[in-house]
């Protein structure tokens, strides 16, 4: 069974402060990592995607993949109120159904003003 | 932007009964996706909406019971068949574009049952 997880939080942070979100995945072959934002009562939204090692920056935003480790993190920098949401990790299934993506439960993240 | 258009946004249906929920891109699109999102929880893959022929489904969920079709390109349906209360959840269509090599998934809003 691949698997995917994450810390279902809350997280909680002070406005402008640093939100750092983690996720582990267990199927050693993955190579494609994406994180999702979802806003209550929304739909995933894609934030950052990451397939090399290293950290991959997006304004605020920064990927960072450890495949070795087997480890993916996304950081928010200076975060905003409406930061809040849950974050979704997700794998790329390699050998699923047609590259289907599997998702951790999430992580729910509020930054307080 | 592209768009993926689900409907019916929401729905509160009645123990017994069946309701098809669509799912309408205006670009071309490689795969498509239909996930499940019951409360408090994360995406789980129903089946992948195959064009032209049958679903794939995954384990754990059967045709007899969710039903797909994609007759084109660019739009398929998703039927919960006999609907029970455990069968309240985000229904989410998930598709990824065409000339995408990135494996990028892009989400509809969403179809949100509740079954009585």
């Known amino acids: 069974q691949k698997e995917v997880e994450q810390n279902s939080g809350p997280l909680s942070v002070p406005e402008g402060a640093i939100a750092s979100l983690n996720c582990t995945y267990s199927d050693r072959v993955s190579q494609s990592f994406f994180w999702y934002r979802q806003y209550s009562g929304k739909s995933p939204e894609l934030i950052m995607s990451i397939y090399s090692n290293g950290d991959k920056e997006d304004g605020r935003f920064t990927a960072q993949l450890n495949k070795a480790s087997q480890y993916v993190s996304l950081l928010i920098r200076d975060s905003q109120p409406s930061d809040s949401a849950t974050y979704l990790c997700?794998?790329?299934?390699?050998?699923?159904?047609?590259?289907?993506?599997?998702f951790g439960k999430g992580t729910k993240l509020s930054v307080k003003p | 932007s592209a768009v993926i258009s689900q409907k019916p946004s929401r729905d509160i249906c009645q123990r017994g009964t069946s309701l098809t929920i669509q799912c309408q891109v205006d670009?071309?699109?490689?795969?498509m996706f239909w996930y499940r999102q019951q409360p408090g929880q994360s995406l789980t893959l129903i089946a992948t909406?195959?064009?032209?022929?049958?679903?794939?489904?995954e384990s754990g969920f059967v045709i007899d019971k969710f039903p797909i079709s994609r007759p084109n390109l660019t739009f398929s349906t998703l039927t919960v068949s006999n609907m029970s209360p455990e069968d309240s959840s985000i229904y989410l269509c998930?598709?990824?574009?065409?000339?995408?090599?990135?494996?990028?998934?892009?989400f509809g809003e969403g179809s949100r049952l509740t079954v009585l």
């Open positions: 998930s598709v990824r574009w065409a000339g995408s090599n990135t494996g990028e998934l892009f």
């Open positions: 670009s071309q699109v490689t795969m």
């Open positions: 997700a794998v790329m299934n390699y050998g699923g159904s047609q590259g289907n993506l599997i």
């Open positions: 909406a195959n064009q032209g022929s049958e679903a794939t489904y």
